[in-house]
């Protein structure tokens, strides 16, 4: 089992502990990091899915954060902004006496705001989904290439290469969504639609699964994603023609890469269209007049107390109309966002060792000639 069993080192089934560090005394026990008086907490990857799980236990309760992965940057000019004005009218009101105060019943009138936030997180749901739908598809691909290829060397290193550029194109679309152009070459032989020094520099990670020397075309509109759907096709149907894949088989291949590059589609949808500007306008503006009405409405009654009750209030409302700011566009790199750098990389990871055990001819791609028979002889 292991060495000093349960009290920490070495544990049972883990490299330190119950599947984490320093065992049994670890924080958070089974899984625990590091001991009682351990200071670090870390936990070494595993696969499947080490890029996008969480690496180590949270420190502090989400409540007590306040930097990493809040919004609280984010709205702490506007807070500022509307606790100053309130102090001024506390200031007015006691030292004055203008007699600024409004009718407290003015509050509920104006406290109907819209908010975008269910929206917006709808737009993060949805885009999550569509990117595990585009995940699945080129599974899905991958498995039935590696199965029905015939096991000639010409054949399999065919193979080989659609399942690179299937990986290809789940980087070029993150990059897709990110504005990134992915282009590693570009064709000499069509005037640009764009001045060369405007192009983007091509991004890295990927240049090892497309094609050698394939040209690409995305600064005269064609995206990658798009143009790497065309190896994979071409695929299918050559493998049609040579027998691989029957008829029916063919049209479910044909099926998953158009279901991939719909949901393509669906996420590029997410990307470009944006509220309309009007709406955030009108928010932004109905937001701020309420929190300066606040205090006028409570200055009466409440005094001093006014001004921590209208900060809390303002740091409610402008905190939910900053995530929902956030969440609009869930492709980018903000903590919030999607992790589509993960995603990827455990998907490159995943299909990686698949390709290495088919190179190797592992024993989940045994087909039916290749598992011996046994015969069973009666006494």
């Known amino acids: 089992m292991a060495a000093n069993g349960m009290n920490g080192t070495n544990g049972i089934n883990g490299d330190h502990g119950v599947n984490g ?14 001991g009682v008086n351990g200071m670090h907490h870390t936990r070494p990857p595993t696969f499947p899915l080490a890029h ?14 306040f ?5 609280h940057t984010v709205i702490l000019v506007p807070l500022i902004i509307h606790t100053l004005f309130s102090v001024f009218i506390v200031c007015l009101d006691q030292y004055v006496n203008t007699g600024l105060g409004l009718p407290s019943s003015i509050i509920p009138s104006l406290s109907i705001v819209v908010f975008r936030n269910q929206t917006s997180f709808n737009r993060f749901w949805t885009g999550r989904n569509y990117l595990t739908q585009i995940c699945t598809s080129v599974r899905n691909l991958t498995r039935a290439f590696m199965c029905c290829t015939p096991p000639g060397k010409a054949e399999r290193a065919e193979t080989e290469r659609v399942i690179r550029v299937l990986l290809a194109i789940l980087y070029s679309i993150k990059n897709h969504l990110r504005a990134e152009w992915g282009a590693p070459l570009r064709p000499l032989d069509i005037p640009p639609m764009v001045p060369a020094e405007s192009d983007p520099e091509p991004t890295s990670g990927f240049s090892d699964l497309v094609p050698n020397g394939m040209c690409t075309f995305e600064e005269y509109g064609l995206g990658l994603p798009l143009q790497l759907t065309f190896f994979v096709e071409s695929y299918i149907k050559r493998g ?9 088989q063919s049209s479910q291949l044909q099926a998953q890469l158009n279901a991939l590059v719909d949901a393509y589609g669906k996420m590029e949808t997410i990307k470009l269209t944006p509220l309309p500007v009007a709406h955030l306008i009108h928010q932004k503006q109905v937001l701020a007049l309420f929190c300066c009405v606040l205090p006028l409405a409570m200055v009466d009654d409440m005094g001093w107390a006014t001004v921590p009750i209208v900060s809390l209030i303002t740091f409610t409302l402008y905190g939910i109309e900053g995530i929902g700011s956030q969440l609009e566009d869930p492709f980018g790199y903000d903590r919030n966002d999607i992790k589509m750098d993960g995603i990827v990389e455990d998907s ?16 989940m791609f045994m087909t039916n000639r290749d598992i011996p028979t046994v015969t069973v002889v009666d006494e």
């Open 21 to 34: 560090t320093n065992g049994t005394n670890g924080v958070n026990g089974i899984n625990g990091v590091n």
């Open 67 to 71: 930097i990493k992965g809040a919004i």
């Open 240 to 248: 049609h023609e040579k027998g691989w894949f029957h008829a029916p």
């Open 52 to 65: 996008t799980s969480r690496r180590k236990p949270r420190r502090w309760p989400l409540v007590f954060r």
């Open 348 to 363: 490159r990871q995943e299909i990686t060792v698949m390709l290495d055990e088919w190179k190797k001819g592992g024993e």
